[in-house]
Each structure stands twice: as structure tokens, then as C-alpha cells.
């Protein structure tokens, strides 16, 4: 017997320790925030603008003339949608709309097209959750609306359910059910892109989008000036 094989039998013979699994729930339960729908939103609202990340708190009926409102104060050229509801939607109201961006829909293959996208002003995705502990959103990227989109054009505009806000990741994790699938790459959003030098110095922008603005659709039963003060 090699003295590998003799190692190895004696550690198959070695009687075995039974190990109770953690109580990962309770774990993350002691470090959550207050189990309040309010102070979680002010709390994740709170994390992302330390970050310079840009809220605009709105309605699911709202958010697309709210939307539409913010890009004629902050005019882009263009605007990168998906052939989804939400990215019909936002097409629909950008129609006839002066000075709207110039909408591309993200309708073939990457490769043949990086020139142009590379210089697309703004992309708009949906979110899949948030997560208050860290000011997180969880985008799902998918065939229809794959990760390029929040990555490469320099403004990320992302619409946010509000009323899918997890306390913590732990939460997000079992309550979308992360154990019966998962895409290619599920993105982790904490504000733009951003990196820093040896020397500290902090720069946005250098691997993704340098700016992220976040459309927060509050449901019925919260309301704005509850979250941020003033509003409907």
C-alpha cells in the first residue's frame, strides 16, 4: 500500500464529527435592519446616494412621464430599450416628444454592432429586487435584456419595484427562490461603477456606467413624502 493510500484509509476510518448546519436565518435576522417597509426604503435610499446614485421616487402608473420629464432636464442623445413591457412602454412615451433621445433596441447580436453601442448615451433595464442592508439593486439578466445593457452605455437608468426590497441578501436569496436557478450573471448594483489607485483617489465610470439613476416605483400604500418628505 502506498503511503498515499495508507493516509487516505485512515482518514476514511477516522470516526466522523456531526455538524449542525448554521442557523444562517437567525444570522442574518440579528444584523438586518428593523423588519419596517418605511425604514428599509430610507435606509437603501440612504446607502445608494452615499454612492452618488440618483432616485427618483415614483408610480407604477407614473414612471414613464416621470421618466420622460427627467431626461428633458438631463437631455441624452440616445437611449438603449428592450423588447419589454417596460421598454414598449418608455418607447411609447418618448414618441413625439421634443428633443427625446434617439431610441435603440437592443435586437441582435453584440458582435456586429459594438461601434454604435459603445457610443449609446443611456441604458434602461428593469430590476429584479433590492436589498436595503447594502443599498443593492439585483438585476437578472436575461436573452431579452442581457447585462450589456446596464454595463456599457454611461448612464444606467434602472426601474426598481420598491415593494421587492429584501432586508439582506440572505432574504433576497430565499425569497426569489435563488436555489431553482440562477442566469449566467446576476448583477449586484451599489451605485455606479467606480474604482480606486493606490493613491485613494476614487474614479466612477472605469469598468460600467459612471452614472445610475434609479426609478423607485413606490406601491399604494407608502407614500412619497413617507420615504423622502414632499411628494404625492
Not at 448615451?121 to 439578466?141: D, E, H, K, S
Not at 419595484?161 to 440562477?182: H, I, R, V
Not at 449586484?188 to 493606490?198: F, N, Q
Not at 485613494?200 to 413624502?225: F, S
Request: hydrophobic share 45%.
Amino acid at each position: 500500500m502506498s503511503a498515499r493510500d495508507s493516509i487516505l484509509q485512515k482518514l476514511r476510518a477516522a470516526p466522523r464529527q456531526e455538524r449542525s448546519r448554521p442557523d444562517l436565518a437567525g444570522h442574518f435576522q440579528h444584523f438586518s435592519k428593523p423588519d419596517d417597509e418605511v425604514a428599509r426604503l430610507r435606509h437603501w435610499a440612504a446607502m445608494m446616494r452615499a454612492v452618488k446614485t440618483d432616485i427618483l421616487w415614483t408610480r407604477e402608473a407614473e414612471w414613464d412621464t416621470d421618466l420622460a420629464g427627467w431626461l428633458a432636464a438631463h437631455p441624452q442623445d440616445s437611449i438603449l430599450l428592450s423588447d419589454t413591457p417596460h421598454g414598449r412602454k418608455l418607447a411609447q412615451r418618448l414618441e413625439g416628444v421634443d428633443k427625446a433621445p434617439r431610441i435603440v433596441w437592443f435586437d441582435r447580436d453584440v458582435d456586429g454592432w459594438k461601434p454604435e453601442l459603445f457610443d449609446i448615451a443611456a441604458g434602461f433595464t428593469a430590476v429584479r429586487c433590492g436589498i436595503a442592508a447594502t443599498g443593492t439593486l439585483v438585476l437578472w439578466p436575461d436573452e431579452a435584456e442581457p447585462r450589456t445593457m446596464s454595463l456599457v452605455p454611461p448612464l444606467h437608468i434602472a426601474l426598481f419595484d420598491a415593494a421587492n426590497l429584501y432586508p439582506d441578501f440572505y432574504s433576497a436569496m430565499k425569497g426569489e427562490n435563488w436555489a431553482a436557478g440562477m442566469p449566467t450573471n446576476a448583477l449586484l448594483v451599489s451605485g455606479p461603477s467606480k474604482t480606486a489607485d493606490i493613491q485613494q483617489t476614487l474614479a466612477y465610470g472605469a469598468h460600467g456606467p459612471r452614472e445610475l439613476l434609479v426609478l423607485a416605483v413606490l406601491p399604494p400604500r407608502i407614500a412619497i413624502h413617507d420615504v423622502e418628505g414632499g411628494g404625492r
